[in-house]
């Protein structure tokens, strides 16, 4: 018995119709944030890059110097933790962004402003779907992103799938881990604050329940440039005492503690808050003055791809029955074609 190539492709075809004809798993809902989930605003407008929050970071999670390759590979001596990016020694870092002569800070044109770059904290991790041992997992209360290296098999496909590119895998290293900022969830644990916000002196990053600094966001980017606003900082808990005005939105009455606000007057933000929507949403969000593209936030839909990744592999692959499928008309169409060369029928096209 001959198998040609049209044999061949009606049996492949076979397969894609039982494939295509398994009843599609039910997608699943886009996740959402918990309610007292824990949350951090940099606003860019704020920073002066003295890179307090870097030095705090490291103190916190106990991480090493970090000796650059580049000023290594110019013989440069006496520079240590200033890498270009994060990396597996380095989980927070500011960057800064430049046009043509640099003056001005918070100016597109001719100047300046400078990026944190951190886990954004997901609502719909793409790490956490993509991560087959489930190393990677969300707080249900906090909504905090950790890694749990007991559960990590190094497959590295967390790093694939952020599209912040958060996850860092440490290459030099015979039994390697993988490091992520989680919002110092140790220090949170005892009652204290991620060291980002606690040691930032002017304030461009602040802690709170993700609720409030969502709030807070939404007061500034409705300021007017060059007005005079008291700007908290470290955190937005204990610092004031809200009430509710008529129309049911909050505002802020004086500061219960006056040593934690500085005011000072607003630049001109862009009327939009990264991080609210992208992906599903995150817990780490960004104010600027500067468009979001110059400072290499990429731009990202308001769906999670992890809901979108899920869905198609967990139809493809319910049951096994598809693949299954599949593999038995290539082994069928194998077996034939074996059959007929050891009849001694030629096997070809027709």
């Known amino acids: 018995m001959q198998v040609d190539r049209r044999e061949f492709f009606k049996i492949l075809s ?21 309610p007292e989930a824990e949350g951090v605003l940099y606003d860019a407008t704020l920073c002066i890059g003295c890179k307090s929050c870097e030095v705090a970071c490291k103190r916190n999670n106990s991480m090493p110097m970090d000796f650059g390759s580049y000023e290594e590979s110019l013989g440069v001596e006496g520079v240590w933790d200033a890498p270009k990016n994060l990396n597996a020694k380095t989980l927070n870092k500011i960057q800064v962004y430049r046009n043509g002569k640099a003056t001005t800070r918070n100016q597109e044109k001719d100047g300046f402003s400078f990026i944190r770059r951190a886990c954004m904290h997901c609502a719909d991790p793409d790490c956490a779907s993509a991560c087959p041992t489930t190393a990677f997992t969300k707080d249900p209360k906090t909504g905090i992103v950790s ?15 952020c599209p912040y590119d958060i996850p860092k895998f440490e290459y030099d290293k015979a ?19 991620p060291g980002c916000a606690e040691f930032c002196p002017t304030g461009a990053t602040i802690h709170g329940k993700l609720t409030d600094i969502l709030e807070e966001a939404k007061r ?3 300021l007017q440039e060059g007005d005079e606003y008291p700007y908290p900082t470290a955190s937005l808990k204990g610092v004031y005492r809200r009430t509710s005005d008529k129309d049911g939105s909050f505002i802020q009455d ?26 599903g949403g995150a817990q780490y969000l960004i104010l600027s003055a500067v468009p979001f593209e110059k400072l290499g936030l990429p731009r990202r839909g308001f769906t999670s791809s992890a809901v979108r990744s899920e869905n198609i592999s967990h139809t493809l692959y319910k049951g096994m029955i598809a693949p299954i499928a599949l593999l038995g008309g290539l082994v069928f169409a194998a077996h034939r074609s074996s059959k007929s060369l050891a009849d001694g029928e030629e096997v070809g096209d027709e």
């Open 254 to 279: 004086e500061a219960q503690d006056n040593s934690f606000i500085q005011r000072r007057p607003v630049a001109k933000y862009i009327d939009y808050i990264y991080g609210e929507q992208e992906s």
């Open 175 to 193: 039994i390697p881990l993988v490091h992520k900022c989680e919002m110092c969830s140790h220090v949170q644990a005892e009652g204290g604050i």
């Open 14 to 34: 076979a397969g894609a119709v039982t494939m295509s004809s398994i009843s599609t798993v039910q997608a699943r809902s886009v996740a959402t944030l918990p």
């Open 147 to 161: 890694w749990e290296k007991d559960n990590c098999c190094g497959c590295r496909y967390c790093q694939i799938a």
């Open 220 to 222: 500034r980017i409705a």
